[in-house]
């Protein structure tokens, strides 16, 4: 039996996909038998109850008093161990330059060490500020004392292959392990109907959007979703999860033709997003780099089986194209995604038909069985 360390920066009740990624890892660790010990940042509420995972709370974001009993209950641990790191920079406190911790890392580097990158570094760019830069070349140094004190590499998305190789991960094994869905299929039809009454008339067409409205995503929604209702009125568009009421009062203070049409469901448990899910006739989800495998939002779109309209952009991985399980839109591009939702509002079948294929596809890639099979060395079954 071996017995996990997991590192990470966030883990329930704290929010956020780290947090859920973090806890979907752990407990399937737990339930194949091995030792789950979890290492997070202080939290001031209970963290949560799940059988043969240990959750302890440091006394700061991965400062030197952590560091310090990281270290002593390391020492006294036995044989077979292994350090998993959830690693993104700005996790780790310090203002995303907690260099103490990689180096705490890199000490540790003959030791069983396997880090997940979920994030690499704060990006490089002429056209940013110099403090920017800076963060951009910090964080750059920090990922590559992680990967060289790395003895296994895990990435989120297959572009960071080629940035950590250019950060001196070496000949150090780098494999992608997509991240699955942190939303359970709560199938319960009677829910998912009352809900979808409250809002749409017998005739209408819901749209659903679920994220955490990012800056950079809520800039497409205000682009899109105005002219998508517009032309036509028995549409309408709910925004799932904490953050979406903002956006809807901005959008409608904006455009106040959209009352009736655009609505909210605030912050909901696991249970009722996924009945919230099951109520819509199409996703719209927009990112600006598009849909790649790190967003669980998609994830959780593909595991319910909904028929997804997205972006495809320079983070998107070839398969999305070739996968028939979602529409893709040019970043930006307002009048192709209003024309693809008119076509889907119109083609039930074709609905129906992408609605399967994005249950298979979750299923064959997605499913946290294949991380767990992928961290434990096994074949899948």
């Known amino acids: 039996m071996i017995s996990w360390h997991i590192l990470t920066g966030e883990y329930p009740p704290q929010p956020g996909g780290v947090s859920d990624y973090t806890r979907l890892v752990a ?31 440091l006394p700061d974001h991965f400062g030197p008093r952590s560091l310090k009993k990281l270290g002593e209950t390391l020492r006294g641990e036995p044989e077979p161990r292994r350090i998993l790191v959830q690693y993104v920079p700005h996790a780790f406190g310090w203002k995303a330059l907690n260099f103490p911790f990689c180096l705490w890392l890199w000490s540790r580097r003959r030791e069983s060490v396997w880090s997940f990158f979920h994030e690499v570094a704060f990006p490089l760019s002429r056209t940013q500020s110099l403090a920017h830069n800076l963060l951009g070349a910090g964080t750059r140094a920090m990922a590559s004392l992680v990967a060289r004190a790395s003895e296994r590499i895990f990435i989120s998305i297959p572009a960071w292959e080629e940035t950590l190789k250019s950060l001196g991960s070496g000949e150090r094994p780098v494999k992608w392990l997509p991240i699955p ?27 659903g959007h679920f994220g955490t409205y990012g800056q950079h995503i809520v800039a497409l929604l205000k682009q899109a979703v105005p002219q998508v209702l517009a032309a036509d009125e028995r549409r309408l568009v709910i925004l799932l999860g904490r953050g979406g009421e903002v956006v809807q009062r901005e959008l409608i203070a904006l455009h106040p033709g959209l009352r009736g049409q655009l609505y909210a469901s605030g912050e909901l448990s696991a249970a009722e997003l996924s009945a919230h899910l099951q109520s819509v006739d199409l996703l719209l989800q927009l990112y600006p780099d598009g849909i790649s495998t790190r967003r669980t939002s998609a994830m959780a779109g593909l595991q319910h089986g909904l028929p997804i309209l997205t972006t495809g952009g320079n983070l998107t991985e070839s398969f999305w194209r070739q996968s028939a399980a979602v529409t893709l839109a040019p970043v930006g591009d307002v009048p192709f995604i209003e024309q693809a939702v008119q076509r889907l509002q119109e083609d039930g079948a074709e609905r129906a038909r992408m609605s399967a294929a994005a249950r298979a596809l979750y299923q064959e890639q997605f499913d946290v069985r294949h991380t767990i099979a992928a961290l434990r060395g096994e074949t899948g079954r």
């Open 27 to 57: 407990r399937g660790l737990a339930e194949a038998g091995d030792r789950v010990e979890v290492w997070s940042t202080p939290c001031g509420e209970a963290s949560p109850d799940d059988p043969g995972v240990s959750v302890h709370r």
């Open 181 to 207: 869905s942190n939303i359970p299929v709560n199938d319960d039809p009677d829910a998912a109907a009352t809900i979808r009454a409250r809002y749409a008339a017998q005739s209408g067409f819901v749209i």
